[in-house]
């Protein structure tokens, strides 16, 4: 039996091959009645894309990946949706799978999973080491997500990220500006990574020019940045004697945030009242918490676009190219659990 192709799928469904491949490509720019049609047709004529027969014609397969921590990690899954759509705009297929910060698997999928299938990868690393990703990228287009764990003049892979200094500054230096004196952080993990260090590293910068000192008790080491860890850190802090508890907590993602708010309501505090709580992520799990977190927001659509646009330039370029270093915007969403001002869902 022939196998069924574009333009079978077009006539069943009453439409132009070319909106049939943008449907199969995942391209933004496509009614959803039409969508819905020609998604149909797929299904009841059994039609399958052929990425070998691209990759024949054109020595590219049209598929890139896409590997991060955790897809059970709000910010990862958000992360997840915008590298999707950047690569439907430029008619590229997105393959998505987690890491779950293993080394070996973040080395693994680097290379591409096979790559003879994959165009390219985007990773975001947290165990992989820096030489190892470095002898990928010499090879293979690769394209780096998160914090660089290596000194600011040696770039040895395409990467894209926010300023994590700058960001846990902004976000210690709002809490310092309301008064607060006592402030704690907590995401100073175990594996001391780039991310736990520079955030570290703006927090106790913003304390200093704040005119406090910081304390290593108010700084409870974790083991991951997710909810549970940020409910013990929280539980720890609480049980310090009243006089040397925080009176803020700058929590180093919004999962560990939403945590340390739970912890503070066993503990039968109040937030703000009692204590202030910030994260960084943005993520709608902080909009949508008791009270909203206020939260540093990273532009998720700009580090999406930069990282998609950077992989296909590298993609399709017949000379090697620089690597680069991408940095992202981002901007503070003041909420309640900082200011204690309610406001619409919708701000």
């Not at 539980?235 to 945030?257: H, I, N």
């Not at 992989?311 to 017949?318: E, G, M």
Request: proline share 5%; charged share 25%; net charge negative.
């Amino acid at each position: 039996m022939a196998a069924v192709t574009l333009k079978d799928v077009a006539e069943h469904a009453g439409v132009s091959i070319k909106t049939v491949s943008n449907v199969v490509r995942g391209a933004p720019r496509v009614s959803d009645a039409t969508r819905t049609r020609v998604l149909r047709a797929v299904h009841e004529l059994g039609y399958r894309p052929n990425a070998s027969a691209r990759q024949l014609r054109t020595g590219r397969s049209g598929l890139i990946g896409l590997a991060v921590p955790d897809l059970a990690t709000p910010y990862f899954a958000e992360l997840a949706h915008h590298v999707r759509v950047e690569a439907a705009a430029l008619g590229l297929t997105v393959l998505i799978e987690e890491t779950l910060g293993d080394a070996t698997e973040e080395l693994r999928l680097a290379t591409g999973v096979g790559a003879s299938l994959l165009d390219g990868v985007i990773l975001s690393p947290l165990r992989a080491s820096l030489d190892e990703l470095a002898h990928v990228a010499d090879r293979f287009p690769l394209v780096l997500l998160g914090e660089r764990n290596y000194e600011r003049d040696r770039v040895v892979a395409d990467h894209v990220l926010i300023d994590n200094v700058a960001a846990a500054r902004e976000v210690t230096a709002h809490l310092a500006g309301l008064g607060r004196t006592r402030i704690a952080a907590i995401g100073v993990d175990q594996h001391a990574s780039a991310t736990s260090r520079q955030r570290l590293e703006g927090f106790q910068l913003a304390l200093h020019e704040a005119g406090l000192t910081f304390d290593p008790r108010l700084a409870p080491t974790i083991r991951e940045f997710d909810r549970r860890n940020g409910l013990q850190a929280m539980r720890t802090l609480v049980s310090l004697p009243p006089e040397s508890r925080p009176d803020a907590v700058f929590c180093f993602s919004d999962m560990l945030a939403v945590g340390a708010q739970h912890a503070l309501y066993e503990a039968g505090l109040r937030t703000p009242d009692d204590v202030a709580v910030a994260g960084i992520d943005g993520s709608e799990e902080g909009l949508y918490s008791t009270p909203p977190l206020t939260s540093l927001v990273p532009d998720m659509s700009a580090i999406a676009s930069m990282a998609v646009k950077c992989l296909a330039a590298r993609i399709t370029s017949d000379e090697p190219l620089p690597f680069e270093v991408y940095v992202a915007p981002h901007w503070l969403r003041v909420r309640e659990s900082t200011d204690g001002v309610r406001r619409p869902l919708s701000a």
